[in-house]
Structures are given as C-alpha cells and as structure tokens.
C-alpha cells in the first residue's frame, strides 16, 4: 500500500473515531508497527493529528471549548495528581492567582490557608471561602462557557496586584506555538497574570499537549509545565523550552 492511501486510511478512521490504536491501524493498513509510527509522527508534522499513547487522535478545532461541566468530568484523576503536587509549591504568606479552570480548581482543597489568593474564577469562590482563604475577585464580563471574567474589566482589576506564583490552565500546548487558548480576550487575561507573577506554572493533563488554538498566550518558555506521562519524544520537546514536571502515582 502507498504511503499515501496509509495516510488517507488513518485521517478517515479518526474522523470516525476520534481516536485510533496502532494495532488497529496495522491490521487495517496490513503494515508494521514502525511503518505506522512513522506515518504518525508524520502526519503529526504536518498537524493532521496528534500521537498519543498507543495511537493518535483528531486534532480539536481552533475555536472548540468545552463548557465548565464537560471539562470537570474529564481525566479527573490525573488532574487531582497534578494539583496536588502543585498547591505543595505554595508556601503560607504567599500571594497566588488561580485561573478559572477545572484542574485550577482542584488544587483548592490543598492549598495551606494562610495565603492571599485572586482569582478570576467563578468556580472558586465558594471552596475557598469554605476553606477560610482570603480571596479577592477581579472584575470583567463573565464568560458564560467557562464562568471566568475575563475582558477589559479583568485586565484592570489584575493590574493592582503583584503576586508570587500564579497556576494556569490551558486548552493547547505545542512546542512552537506556545501555550493557546480558544478566545482572545480569555488568553489576554492569562498573559496578563503570567506576567504579574514571580513564578508561572502550567497545569496541564496529557490531552493538552501538541494541540493549537486560535489565541496565544504566551511562548511555553514563560512558565513551568506541570503534568502527567508524555511521550518520550515529546517531553524531550518540551524540556528543550521549559521546566517540565511530570506527576507520578
């Protein structure tokens, strides 16, 4: 078979499924393992699809964005992993900002209480109330998708404050486009906080990764990246650029 015909078998079936095994793409195809891994890693080149362990899956859209609910339903456990290990970097007395976002979110209920946050996150509020944390919410216009504040109002109101550490989400992470985010005005809020802060972190599960949205926010350089496994090469990537830490059990 062609390489070519291999290529159009594989971009088919993920438009079918979303995601493929490479065993099902070597039965499918009748080629060997490594013939379909190259054929992978090429079509990744070329930003056809994205490799993940054990096959690919479909690149999502520039503009797609799952609502809050969806994204709280999704790879929970690793985000709990990540959190975790992330809120044991805050250290009482610090001053911290915590975007909106479902892994941002669980970091909360291990944060110390002894702290200063700002956040722009609806979501929040009522954990870290609960917790005893004092708290300040930015302004801006609430995005109904996300329930963050975000718009001119959140630039405003992120302006008067200086933090020590700040924990973001992201909707994509690529080694040449950084790190981006389907709407404009929300990436300009995360910019903005990335550079208010001593320290940046990048909360990030492994679907995240060599994804591209329509708004950059900032070059991965700027922040450290805080996830779970990756493919070898790819975390071989992305160490070349920033600080990677890669959460285990």
Same mark, same amino acid.
């Given at each position: =078979? ?28 009748? $080629? ?8 992978? &890693?090429?079509?990744?080149? !070329? %930003? ?8 690919? $899956?479909?690149?999502?859209? !520039?503009?797609?964005?799952? $609502?809050?609910?969806? !994204?709280? *339903? ?20 610090? $001053? ?16 110390? @209480? ?31 998708? &996300?329930? /963050? ?10 302006? +008067? ?26 990436? =300009?809020? %995360?910019? +903005? ?10 909360? /990030? ?10 708004? %950059? ?9 805080? &996830? *779970? ?7 071989? %990537?992305?160490?070349?650029? *920033? !600080?990677?830490? @890669? @959460?285990?059990?």
């Amino acid at each position: =078979m062609l390489e070519s015909e291999r290529h159009q078998i594989i971009l088919n079936l993920l438009k079918v499924k979303k995601t493929v095994k490479l065993q099902e793409l070597v039965e499918l195809t009748n $080629s060997s393992e490594s013939t379909i891994r190259r054929d992978l &890693t090429l079509l990744e080149q !070329k %930003k056809f699809l994205k490799r993940v362990h054990g096959g690919a $899956s479909q690149l999502q859209g !520039k503009l797609f964005e799952s $609502s809050i609910t969806e !994204k709280s *339903t999704k790879n929970v456990h690793d985000k709990q992993l990540i959190a975790r290990f992330a809120a044991s970097l805050v250290e009482e007395g610090d $001053s911290i900002y915590l975007d909106a976002g479902s892994t941002i979110f669980e970091l909360i209920p291990y944060l110390p @209480v002894d702290i200063v946050v700002v956040t722009n996150g609806l979501n929040h509020i009522p954990a870290l109330l609960n917790r005893g944390i004092k708290t300040f919410l930015i302004g801006g216009f609430c995005k109904p998708k &996300t329930n /963050a504040l975000i718009g001119r109002g959140a630039i405003e109101g992120l302006r +008067q404050y200086r933090f020590d550490k700040c924990f973001m989400g992201t909707n994509g992470i690529h080694p040449e486009y950084g790190f981006t985010t389907p709407d404009q005005e929300e990436a =300009m809020v %995360k910019q +903005q906080a990335i550079s208010l802060s001593r320290e940046a972190f990048v909360l /990030a599960d492994v679907s995240k990764f060599s994804e591209i949205f329509f708004s %950059k926010i900032t070059d991965l350089s700027e922040a450290t990246i805080i &996830t *779970t496994c990756l493919e070898e090469d790819l975390e071989r %990537k992305i160490t070349r650029i *920033t !600080k990677l830490k @890669v @959460v285990t059990e």
